[in-house]
């Protein structure tokens, strides 16, 4: 009869994260929260609700570590960005190899799942294409649209 695998708890990811050389600290953000940083980026975790996958989950996703923030990533299409509350900055190929590089280490730490897609290389947080934005609002004000059945036929 095979065995059951030991699920750590919140409490041993942290310190198996420590181990590896990540700067585990409380985030003031969220009760229970753990910020977790290394090669310039970080990412909050807390600990997980359900018995399944992994013991902790993510607050904040992986991001680049900018004065204090976890800033996201931007993709545009042409270019990847680096996003604030404050400002907006191109992404480095240094920041999205250290992101991607964050990423596996805290997976594979924490005991999460490592996704073939994810493991390619960097993926974003939220994508804007400069040729979409205001697509629909435009058609809108342009009254029918072809693509909609009309009454008749």
Same mark, same amino acid.
């Given at each position: 009869?095979?065995?059951?695998?030991? +699920?750590?708890?919140?409490?041993?990811? &942290?310190?198996?994260? +420590?181990?590896?050389?990540?700067?585990?600290?409380?985030?003031?953000?969220?009760?229970?929260? &753990?910020?977790?940083?290394?090669?310039?980026?970080?990412?909050?975790?807390?600990? /997980?609700?359900?018995?399944?996958? /992994?013991?902790?989950?993510? =607050?904040?996703?992986?991001?680049?570590?900018? +004065?204090?923030?976890?800033? +996201?990533?931007?993709?545009?299409?042409?270019?990847? =960005?680096?996003?604030?509350?404050?400002?907006?900055?191109?992404?480095?190929?240094?920041?999205?190899?250290?992101?991607?590089? =964050?990423?596996?280490?805290?997976?594979?730490?924490?005991?999460?799942?490592?996704?073939?897609?994810? /493991?390619?290389?960097?993926?974003?947080?939220?994508?804007?294409?400069?040729?979409?934005?205001?697509?629909?609002?435009?058609?809108?004000?342009?009254?029918?649209?072809?693509?909609?059945?009309?009454?008749?036929?």
């Amino acid at each position: 009869m095979p065995k059951k695998p030991i +699920r750590p708890t919140f409490d041993q990811c &942290m310190g198996t994260l +420590r181990e590896r050389g990540f700067d585990v600290s409380p985030f003031k953000g969220s009760a229970g929260g &753990m910020l977790a940083a290394k090669y310039g980026a970080a990412a909050v975790l807390l600990p /997980s609700s359900g018995n399944e996958g /992994s013991p902790a989950s993510y =607050f904040e996703r992986p991001g680049v570590l900018v +004065r204090g923030e976890i800033a +996201r990533l931007l993709d545009r299409g042409y270019q990847k =960005f680096i996003k604030t509350a404050q400002f907006e900055l191109p992404a480095t190929a240094a920041q999205l190899q250290a992101i991607h590089q =964050f990423q596996e280490e805290l997976t594979q730490a924490i005991g999460g799942i490592s996704l073939y897609n994810q /493991s390619l290389g960097t993926t974003s947080d939220l994508y804007e294409y400069d040729r979409l934005r205001g697509r629909e609002q435009e058609t809108e004000s342009a009254g029918k649209r072809p693509w909609e059945l009309t009454q008749g036929h």
